[in-house]
């Protein structure tokens, strides 16, 4: 089922502003083109290059479900290419086919040269070099981009609505997959789903968008040392007009995310981005809805496509869905380990460790902030990477190099009492959960084979998480749910965290229990 949506209006545009060069094109390549100009009109969290912040990235599988085949993009984008019309048994078809080789009857066409290469992929450790490539759209098609984005809602509905590559409307695909879910990996039905659509609030989004407006203002005017305390508060004071008054006084949910997480004007281009393209998405709509597609991951995580809402920062979150409950797992990942190891009647001393934390979640987390000399929220990161596998290493090539981004904290980390402890619990329990196989199924049926302890008991755990959300969904109202994340669900509505608690149990064996959190 082909998932890449897009606005149909940018396609109209687009076909105007290149002219003939773009609409020769295969319908196939009009769309992927038209695919990639509207993902990666601008660089957020979620496709930001590592090498280079200015570049987004653009895996081969992205590339390949566009235009099938990554040599026809190179074809056509880098190299030059040859258009023409097939032959077949009934005469000459009348659809344009495109050949990377001289080709009878085939005309030569020189590259199209709209997305610049900027960073080359991974290529045997080269210094520098990403894991996959990067690149930056021709400020061509940044300037057609921009004549669309300050298009009147008026201008575009004439060609609105949304489509994928094969020209099918959002609407029609999500019918027959039964909702925004998209299901091919676990055995869970498909009528366990969720609306397609999201409503949120534009009125707080544009006002998020004014506030990010000013940080950024006063962020690039300001001598003050970016990522400093003061800074931020000024910064975020400067939203009311208020310079010198107590922060908060002053502050909303939004802006308390920016606070709490700190900031730099390059988060906060991002965040405005974010809010650009929930606004287009609107626009294109005619409405207040926007459409958050869910695919499975390979341990059958639930991820929104292209990261709409889901991935985007939390500020933006917020103010999307101002209004909405959030009711999150209180330690997931923990709690179902160690419950499983009770049902399985397994004890051993380093379970203290992971009974301590989901006894006094947050008492652990200010204590390991305050000996690691770190923000709470660097804490929650390093934690879950050490659930998922991450190991106590100073090696840059360890993920929690990357997540510490700091060598003095690093250090610190590998060398904490409490975390060593921490890290050895879950290598003693994959000898209890995981055994000595190889190939491991999943609570939702997705089987997956390595010999990684850490992938396993990952694939295992978010296995549970998944069947514990399906649970939720299948028992509450679709026009209820506003969003699924990884461990929680957001409703529209205000619920009791002890009746979801006790769906769960009834439906999956697990006692765990919710935080509430209104947006």
């Known amino acids: 089922m082909d998932t890449n949506f897009f606005p149909k209006s940018l396609l109209q545009d687009t076909k105007k502003s290149l002219g003939s060069e773009f609409s020769d094109l295969t319908d196939k390549f009009q769309a992927g083109y038209t695919c990639i100009f509207w993902n990666h009109s601008g660089v957020i969290k979620h496709n930001q ?63 199209t040269n709209w997305i610049i290469k900027t960073v080359e992929a991974y290529s045997g450790g080269t210094a520098g070099k990403g894991c996959t490539s990067g690149y930056k759209l021709t400020p061509n098609i940044i300037n057609i981009l921009d004549i669309w984005n300050n298009k009147a809602e008026e ?57 990010l407006t000013i940080i950024l203002n006063y962020l690039e005017g300001s001598n003050v040392v970016e990522g400093s305390r003061s800074r931020e508060e000024e910064a975020i ?20 995310s920016l606070i709490n997480k700190g900031f730099n004007s390059d988060g906060i281009k991002q965040r405005i981005t974010e809010i650009n393209r929930l606004l287009l998405t609107s626009r294109e709509l005619g409405n207040n809805n926007i459409p958050v597609i869910y695919e499975e991951v390979s341990t059958g995580r ?23 409950y959030e009711y999150d797992l209180e330690a997931a990942h923990q709690n179902i380990l ?12 380093e379970l203290e460790t992971i009974r301590e934390y989901t006894e006094n979640k947050q008492e652990i987390r200010v204590k390991l902030s305050e000996e690691l000399d770190t923000d709470i929220d660097i804490v929650k990161r390093i ?23 700091d060598i003095l904290l690093l250090h610190r980390v590998v060398n904490n009492t409490w975390l060593k402890n921490y890290k050895s619990m879950f ?54 749910i506003a969003l699924l994340l990884h461990d929680c669900v957001i409703f529209y509505n205000k619920h009791s965290p002890a009746e979801l608690s006790a769906i769960v149990k009834e439906k999956t064996g697990f006692n765990l229990e919710f935080s509430e959190e209104k947006y």
């Open 49 to 111: 290059h590592n090498q280079d912040v200015e570049s987004f990235k653009m895996p081969r599988k992205e590339v390949e479900s566009y235009f099938t085949d990554q040599r026809d993009f190179r074809a056509v984008n880098d190299n030059g290419y040859y258009l023409g019309f097939k032959k077949t048994r009934h005469g000459v078809s009348n659809k344009a086919s495109l050949s990377r080789k001289e080709t009878e009857g085939f005309t030569y066409h020189p590259p």
């Open 155 to 211: 201008d575009i509905k004439e060609h609105s609505g949304w489509i994928n590559t094969k020209g099918e409307s959002i609407i029609d695909v999500t019918n027959k997959l039964k909702g925004g879910i998209v299901r091919n990996k676990s055995n869970v039905s498909k009528s366990i789903n969720v609306d397609v659509m999201v409503k949120v609030d534009i009125e707080a989004l544009t006002k998020h968008k004014e506030q």
């Open 237 to 256: 004071a400067a939203t009311k007009g208020k310079a010198g008054v107590k922060v908060k006084h002053i502050i909303d949910n939004p802006l308390s």
């Open 302 to 324: 639930y991820t929104a496509k292209g990261a709409v809402i889901q991935g985007y920062h939390k500020s933006v979150r917020y103010a999307a869905l101002k209004g909405c």
């Open 338 to 349: 160690l419950q499983l190891l009770e049902r399985k009647g397994v004890d051993f001393p």
């Open 383 to 405: 934690l879950q990477s050490l659930t998922y596998g991450a190991q106590l290493s100073t090696s840059n090539k360890c993920s929690l190099y990357e997540t510490c981004d």
């Open 427 to 480: 290598n003693k329990a994959h000898k209890h959960i995981v055994g000595s196989v190889d190939k491991i199924t999943n609570a939702v049926g997705i089987t997956k084979e390595t010999k990684s302890k850490s992938k396993a008991i990952a694939h295992i755990l978010q296995g549970y998480e998944r069947l514990i959300l399906d649970a939720l969904v299948e028992n509450s109202s679709r026009n209820d």
